[in-house]
């Protein structure tokens, strides 16, 4: 019987394209842009639930795009989960999980907006309805992408200086190891002990650059390499977790529950990012969570440099994890040049804030919606990176 109140009348999906502050230089793309695919799902009581499905530089980290997300929903989603009741998420996510193979941002998107929706007609955070939040900020890193050793040195001074990050990630992968290698160590060189450095190789290297890569970052001082082979070589991984002291972190290579498993099972990793898109929504991330708990691995609350609305979702999760031994990095709304929260997500001495509210506790600023959406007929200029 479906509760007649909580009927989910309307889903609405929307694409925004929202310029980065700086070229945002990947070993597979370099972004000068972010896309967010937006839902909005309305109840027959007129609450409404907001989700985000977001991924980074089009089709070249992933085998979702920001606009097969949107088929995905407004084509196979929607009309399934139409006339349901609103309450029934986890009927939701069974549903859509026997309809849909795969697309997990899709799904991910969908989810949030049902939580949040939830979460909103029962006046409380989505985090209240994972068991309760157990930290009200986490420490929060920022990535060094610009593609130029000065520029990142430059720009983590001011972060540690203005406290607002003292965790870096390094994105490498693009260059020779030798070079990578060296630029990883002058930033180290220059921040010393007031931050940690890590990188992410984003699937770049062959298991015998990684061999000589991981020997270098490790003497350099960097504390984590993120997969630094693609994301099925889980033998490579597990022989550099072993070989080096470094931890090596697997991102790519958990794609929910099942990957996280298999990557436990081949002692692949030392640390997982976990990811609510790519697990495939708030409910899988939380299984890959416990799956790493229960291994012993370290954590790390990953992104797919989501706005302010998917950053919001995350927290209200991984508030709720009892330790985040490698924090997150929850920063996507930093890298965009505009704010389409009415209310941004707050940073500030190293940490995010888990924000206030009922659902995910984001709301919509209408109109940057309207001048960021793709179909509001306006084009988005690239802004010229260093
Ligand atoms: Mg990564």
Redesign the pocket.
Known sequence: MVNSVTKIDQIETMILDVPTIRGHVLSMATMRTQTAVLVKIRFADGSEGIGEGTTIGGLSYGAESPESIQSAIATYISPALLGRDGNDVNGAIQLIGRLVKGNRIAKAAVEIALWDGLGKRLGVPVSQLFGGAVHEKLPVAWTLASGNSDTDIAEAEEMIETRRHNIFKLKIGKRSVREDVAHVARIKKAVGDAASVRV?V?TAWSLQDARWGLKGLQDAGCELV??PVQARYRKAMAELARGYEIAV?A??ALNGPEDALAVVAGRAADVF?VKVAQSGGLKRASEVIAIGEAAGLGLYG?TMLETGLGTAAALQLFATVERLHWGTEFFGPLLLTDEILAEPIVYRDFCVETPKGNGIGATLDPDKIAFFRRDGGRTVKAVVGE
Do not use: H, K, R
């Open positions: 992410d984003n993120e997969q972190m991102d790519e990012a990953g």
